[in-house]
């Protein structure tokens, strides 16, 4: 992953200052404005997907002149890769492991909103006949997990908890399309998913809870980034597209059903789990702050114990905007 991103030096001039715009670290200025956003996201991606569907975040950027493309990727990483690529301006939410990984491999990263914690949005299934009772016997099994994903860390938290480490256990590192058919298969002793993949196999397969983030297993926030680049020529951009985000987490949990049923038409999925899945989601969106990424070292440190990273990564060493209002 390392030879993807490129090693950039974070640019740091005054001036960067903008009406809508207000960073934690300047960033320069670019005199013309963007003509497009290029916004990433995943399948999971709910507020974006809403945002997608609607129209909304189209319609109130047409007074600036600025048109709306959209780009799906697999997960969070290779969404990252093109961020940093310069493929996309705008990544939608992404678990909070996946910035940790791309800092690994020398991006430079602006923060521009978070989702409050939602502990209970990722677990570790086992099939409903398992003899699986414990974490400590996860030992000697096979794990299905997406890699560098908010699953990971869950998995790492989850087997140091159960007197385990990574080597004790046989990963199987598969996308979450893949990951769910090699659990439903019986190919794998147990998966670690996030909604709504998780909530859909529950109720299909009727698979079993072994182990959430709560209790202080793994908060897993999502964060929403930018590029240096674009943050600095686009700031009434991300501003707006801040505003929009948090309008519709607090319309989603304000509105659960109907929510539920437009996310299951646009997934492909029973509504009913969708319900479930926007039940232990926060989607709570807020401003980033350095105490707020406290967390973003210990997951860093603890892939990096387990030699999953390849250098140690500073996680405060970021960017990060936050709103005029801030």
């Known amino acids: 992953m390392s030879r993807i991103f490129s090693r950039r030096s974070l640019i740091r001039v005054a001036g960067a200052a903008a009406a809508a715009l207000t960073l934690a670290a300047t960033l320069p200025v670019h005199a013309q ?3 497009t956003v290029r916004i990433g996201y995943q399948r999971s991606s709910t507020l974006i997907a809403l945002l997608k569907a609607d129209g909304l975040l189209e319609k109130a950027l047409a007074p600036l002149g600025v048109k709306v493309t959209w780009h799906e990727f697999t997960s ?38 978070e989702e409050a914690p939602s502990p209970s949005a990722q677990a570790i299934l086992v099939p409903e006949g398992s003899p699986i009772a414990s974490l400590a016997e996860l030992k000697g099994k096979k794990i299905a997990v997406t890699k560098g994903a908010g699953s990971h860390y869950l998995l790492l938290a989850a087997l140091a908890k159960g007197g385990l ?36 196999t529950q109720a299909q397969s009727k698979a079993r809870i072994l182990a959430d983030g709560t ?38 949990k304000a509105n659960p ?15 009913a789990a969708v319900e479930v899945a926007d039940g232990r989601r926060s989607y709570k969106v807020g401003a980033v702050t350095k105490n ?16 999953l990273l390849p250098r140690a990564v500073d996680t405060s060493a970021v960017v990060i905007w936050q709103p005029a209002s801030q």
């Open 33 to 35: 404005s963007p003509e």
């Open 76 to 113: 969070g990483l290779p969404l990252l890769e093109a961020l940093n690529l310069g493929k996309i301006d705008v990544t939608a939410d992404v678990a909070d492991t996946v910035p940790v990984f791309a800092q690994a491999a020398g991006a430079k990263l602006v923060f521009f909103a």
């Open 165 to 200: 480490t990574f080597k004790d256990i046989e990963p199987a590192y598969l996308t979450p399309a893949d990951g769910r058919a090699a659990f439903v298969g019986g190919n794998v002793d147990a998966w670690v998913a996030w909604d709504p993949f998780l909530a859909t």
């Open 215 to 252: 209790n202080g297993l793994a908060s897993y926030k999502r964060y929403y980034l930018t590029s240096e680049e674009f943050a600095a020529k686009g700031a009434p951009v991300i501003a707006l597209l801040f505003e929009q985000l948090k309008a519709k987490g607090d319309w989603v």
């Open 257 to 271: 059903k109907a929510a539920a049923a437009e996310l299951a038409t646009l997934w492909g999925i029973d509504p």
């Open 292 to 307: 707020g990424l406290a967390e973003q070292q210990k997951i860093a440190d603890a892939f990096l114990a387990e030699k």
